[in-house]
């Protein structure tokens, strides 16, 4: 079974709005992080934010904010007020187990390609 | 503050033939992480360095790929012999401790004809 799903390969969005970026996760580990990657076509990951899965509030970095609901296994991604540099790859990741145990596999979805209409 | 550096950035290849990738990671962090990302998906962890001990390689076809990280800093990857489904990008990335945000190379682009 996947552990991550992204159940969309694209989307796209008008500049200056808002977007959500979908990512449900399977685990039966209660201690996990969920991460969330931007990929620009020059190929470097850029890590956007994190989410604990012990973490009352959900994650923001500035236009950036997780949408974490446990119940339902997801941690969508909501970027707001969309930019042209935002179109990407974008990729959410789980890691199973606590944090402070070594050799934990990031496992990644399959990603979504976002572009940014002017 | 520099970031992950990898070389080289692209290699053509033939099959059956070797090939080897740098990794120059973050000063100080001790974990290191190789990642197969192949066409269309998203990347796939090959092996996990926590200094210059291994973590996990778990996804490492072993009889092919060979990684180590001398003295806790620098590591290479080497793949001998390519097969053709070899082809990928090779990503690179460092965190300061396990399992928190890891921070990747622009990676290298192989392709094995």
């Known amino acids: 079974a996947q552990k991550i799903t992204q159940t969309q390969p694209g989307m796209f969005v008008q500049e200056k709005e808002a977007v959500t970026l979908d990512c449900t996760y399977d685990?039966?580990?209660?201690?996990?992080?969920l991460f969330w990657y931007k990929q620009p076509s020059s190929g470097e990951m850029i890590f956007l934010i994190y989410q604990g899965s012990y973490d009352q509030q959900n994650a923001t970095e500035g236009r950036y904010s997780l949408n974490f609901q446990k119940a339902r296994k997801s941690a969508n991604l909501v970027i707001s007020a969309s930019q042209l540099g935002d179109s990407a790859m974008y990729f959410c990741?789980?890691?199973?187990?606590?944090?402070?145990?070594?050799?934990?596999?990031?496992?990644f979805g399959e990603g979504t390609q976002l572009t940014v209409n002017p | 503050e520099a970031g992950v550096a990898q070389s080289p950035r692209y290699k053509i290849i033939e099959k059956r033939q070797s090939v080897a990738f740098w990794c120059n990671p973050i000063s100080g962090h001790a974990t290191l992480y190789w990642y197969q990302q192949i066409l269309g998906q998203g990347p796939k962890l090959l092996i996990q360095f926590q200094n210059n001990g291994v973590v996990d390689d778990s996804q490492l076809p072993k009889d092919r790929f060979s990684a180590e990280r001398l003295k806790g800093v620098d590591s290479t990857l080497k793949i001998q012999p390519a097969k053709l489904e070899d082809s990928a990008v090779y990503l690179c990335?460092?965190?300061?401790?396990?399992?928190?945000?890891?921070?990747f190379g622009q990676g290298t682009r192989l392709t094995v004809v």
């Open positions: 990741a789980m890691r199973e187990g606590p944090q402070e145990t070594s050799g934990s596999r990031l496992t």
């Open positions: 685990t039966s580990d209660p201690s996990y992080g």
């Open positions: 990335a460092s965190s300061p401790r396990p399992n928190t945000e890891a921070f």
